[in-house]
Nanobody, 129 residues
Framework: QVRVEQSGGGSVQAGGSLNLSCTAS????????MGWFRQGPGNEREGVAV???????WYGDSVKGRFTISKDNDKSTIYLAMNDLKPEDTGMYYC???????????????????????WGQGTQVTVSS
């Protein structure tokens, strides 16, 4: 059984930084995508940053240049360094893993309707102005 466990987050003033981490376990192979999604108040869940098993990375337009996703393959753990945070970054952040999703030539292929996505428990990020 796949488990996704995340930690980090919190509250910070605009311009500040926060970090998130997430570990996936239970996959038989290492060929799976991991990433971060978020849902702000009154908004739909949106992709933030994703890293594929080969190291290919995708970022949402609103976080490019401010957020950095990285991965420790030995620990099956991903990290999200969030810098220059803005109030619009406020929301619940979810870690996700899927062995059918992929990032190819900078484009993310992660359609929730196509297959199972394993989710972390979520963590709140609050950025005050």
């Amino acid at each position: 059984q796949v488990r996704v466990e995340q930690s980090g987050g919190g509250s910070v003033q605009a311009g500040g930084s926060l970090n998130l981490s997430c570990t996936a376990s239970g996959y038989a192979y290492r060929s799976y995508c991991m990433g971060w999604f978020r849902q702000g108040p009154g908004n739909e869940r949106e992709g933030v940053a994703v890293i594929d098993s080969d190291g290919s990375i995708w970022y949402g337009d609103s976080v490019k240049g401010r957020f950095t996703i990285s991965k420790d393959n030995d620990k099956s753990t991903i990290y999200l360094a969030m810098n220059d945070l803005k109030p619009e970054d406020t929301g619940m952040y979810y870690c996700a893993a899927a062995d059918w999703a992929t990032v190819v030539t900078g484009k993310l292929y992660w359609d929730m309707k196509r297959g199972k996505t394993n989710w972390g428990q979520g963590t709140q990020v609050t950025v005050s102005s």
